[in-house]
Structures are given as structure tokens and as C-alpha cells.
């Protein structure tokens, strides 16, 4: 089944980003923040990787602190990027933003916000994580993997566990990555995609026309050029 998906990605085309080393950022100042993701970061880079996506809405969900936040730049936008990141950490969006979402019935078991209160700006913000799709849920006889380094390698990869396995063997500097990945064609319910070991963030053709409708500034959406993303 083909469908439409769109990586979105902090945009440096807007007027604002012109000669700026980054597009604009939010730093995250709260020390709750900073202590969890350092935690998890360490934590997470072996064994517990494997199932980051079934303690991602736990680990998410404990935060009960008001979220503080700078700017990088002066010049507030409906999407800022933010640091420090982690994994499934999206940005910070504007009311007009989570409107969007909203309105579109964007579900709960696609991403989670919470508001932020930034310096020098009485606007309302939403520091906003994606939920990953479990690794699990890939068809991997009909995904494709190949190296990072050497797009022209292939892999048969037939479990996560086993994907897992090759990344950890310190013997193997092989580093295989989604060249394709089919899924079953429930997904296509969400507006938002992030699968486990994907770096991107894919968002439905509705919701990016509907952010270009609405004159969304910050964002930026390219059709896939590398993961080809399926359903059947």
C-alpha cells in the first residue's frame, strides 16, 4: 500500500535561520531534564536499547516538572529544534501547532506534549517527544537494510534481535541501517511515524499540508530520498 510520508526536519531556508550557525534552538533548563536524559542516555546504550520503545512512555511520562526553556535566537517560531535532545524528543511547537494536531485527532499513542515556558516570551510552547514504533513491527522479510558506510552492502536481517546483535559485535564495525522499512498497513492510521533504529520523523500528507496551510515556520518536509517507508 503507498501512502505518503514526509521527513520532517528543523528547516534553515526561513529568513530567520539566515546566517546563523543552526536553526533556532530551545535549551531545556530544567535540571530534572537534564538528570533523566543523562541517566538514560548511558543507561540505554546497551541491553535496555534493545526495548527502548516499551519504557519510552514511562520514561517520557515521569516528568511532573514545569519545562523552562531559552532561546537560542532572538525570534520565536512554530517549531523550534531543542537542546539537550534525546530519542523521540521532537521540539518545542506553538499553540498554533498543537491546534493543528488537535484538530487533526492526532492520537495519543503518537506523541506527547508538554508546555514550556521560555525566556522573553509570554507565548504559549509544548515541548513535544514522538513515540517510536517498536522495531517488532517491521516486516523484515520485505525491509531492506544495508551499511552506513557502504550503501551498496545489503543484510538479511530477519529479527530486531538479531539487527541488535550485529551492532553490538565490537568484532564486526558493520552498521547496518533501514533501507526500506515495510510495515503493516495499520500504520497508516497515524499521522506521525518514528520506528526503533530510524532517525527520522515522518509526518502524513495531511498533517504537512495542513502546516503549510497554516504558514508553519520551522519545519521543513522532504520525501524520503533513502528510507523508503511501505505498507502492506
Known sequence: MKRNYYIAEASWA???????????????????YRETMN???S???????????????YLYESFFCQF????????????????????GVFGVINNKFKNILDDLHVSSKEYVAYPISIENT???????????????EMIFNQSIFCDKFDHGKEY??????QFYNILQNE????????????????????HIIQIQSCPYVFFSEELVNQLKTNDIVGLEYNLPTFTELLFV
Open 122 to 136: 509570554a507565548s504559549s510552547y509544548y515541548f513535544m517527544f514522538v513515540y517510536h514504533i517498536p522495531m517488532e
Open 43 to 57: 543507561w540505554l546504550s546497551k541491553s535496555v536499547e534493545r526495548n527502548f520503545p516499551q519504557i519510552q512512555f
Open 39 to 41: 541517566k538514560h542516555n
Open 14 to 32: 526561513d529568513k530567520l535561520v539566515k546566517n546563523r550557525a543552526h536553526p533556532q534552538w530551545v535549551h531545556i533548563l530544567n535540571k530534572e
Open 156 to 161: 538479511l536481517i530477519e529479527s530486531k534481535d
Open 171 to 190: 568484532e564486526d564495525r558493520s552498521r547496518p541501517i533501514p533501507k526500506r522499512i515495510v510495515l503493516d498497513k495499520r500504520f497508516t492510521e497515524r
Open 68 to 87: 523552562k526553556g531559552k532561546m537560542d535566537y532572538k525570534g520565536e517560531q512554530d517549531y523550534m529544534d531543542v537542546w539537550p535532545t534525546y530519542r
